[in-house]
């Protein structure tokens, strides 16, 4: 089974618009961590979030937020007024801690495209 | 600033070739990691190391070995490329115990022909 999902292999938003990105988790660890990132078509992978699993509130990093719904094991990413260099991939990651494997897991990715 | 540097952006091979994709940090990170990236298949894990001389397999190893011999140098070997290899390679690093992001290297973009 997937750990992590991203149903929304893409997405086209109207410049200045918000954009929620969809992504959903599976784990049974009580302590785990959730990340987003960016990926532009010159290839680096750019962080953008982080939210963990016992925060009490949710993550914001300027335009950024993410909508952590715990009960729902959801993990959305928010961006408000989006530009046009949003357009890019968009990863969600999860890192379980009580795994001894302490590894990172990356969805498929969402491409992001803005509309001038 | 962390710095994760990939030996090559680019690198053309032909099948059977051994290839070795090299990857350095230099933040004295012990966690490293080696992914391929592939169109509707994201990031998958190929081989991880969390110290010197130490590899665990990831979640697609077959074919691949890796080596850490010293802990700012973490290297992917292919040793007989194939077709099916032909992919982008992200390296990264990260501290032990750290809540925070792992860094990613540029990236390989590996063709093999």
């Known amino acids: 089974a997937q750990k992590i999902t991203q149903t929304q292999p893409g997405m086209f938003v109207q410049e200045k618009e918000a954009v929620t990105l969809d992504c959903t988790y599976d784990?049974?660890?009580?302590?785990?961590?959730l990340f987003w990132y960016k990926q532009p078509s010159s290839g680096e992978m750019i962080f953008l979030i982080y939210?963990?699993?016992?925060?009490?509130q949710n993550a914001t990093e300027g335009r950024y937020s993410l909508n952590f719904q715990k009960a729902r094991k959801s993990a959305n990413l928010v961006i408000s007024a989006s530009q046009l260099g949003d357009s890019a991939m968009y990863f969600c990651a999860m890192r379980e801690f009580m795994n001894r494997d302490d590894k990172i897991i990356f969805g498929k990715g969402t491409r992001l495209h803005i509309l001038p | 600033d962390v710095k994760v540097t990939q030996s090559s952006r680019y690198l053309v091979k032909r099948t059977g070739e051994k290839v070795f994709l090299e990857c350095v940090q230099d933040m004295d990170h012990e966690n490293m990691f080696w992914y391929r990236q592939d169109p509707g298949l994201g990031l998958r894990l190929i081989y991880f190391s969390y110290d010197v001389k130490m590899k665990e397999k990831g979640d697609i190893p077959e074919g691949y070995s890796v080596s850490r011999e010293k802990k700012e140098r973490f290297s992917l070997i292919l040793e007989s490329a194939s077709t099916n290899q032909t992919s982008m390679y992200l390296c990264a690093s990260r501290e032990l115990a750290s809540n925070n992001e792992q860094f990613f290297g540029p990236g390989t973009r590996l063709t093999v022909l």
């Open positions: 784990t049974s660890d009580p302590s785990y961590g």
């Open positions: 939210q963990g699993s016992y925060d009490q």
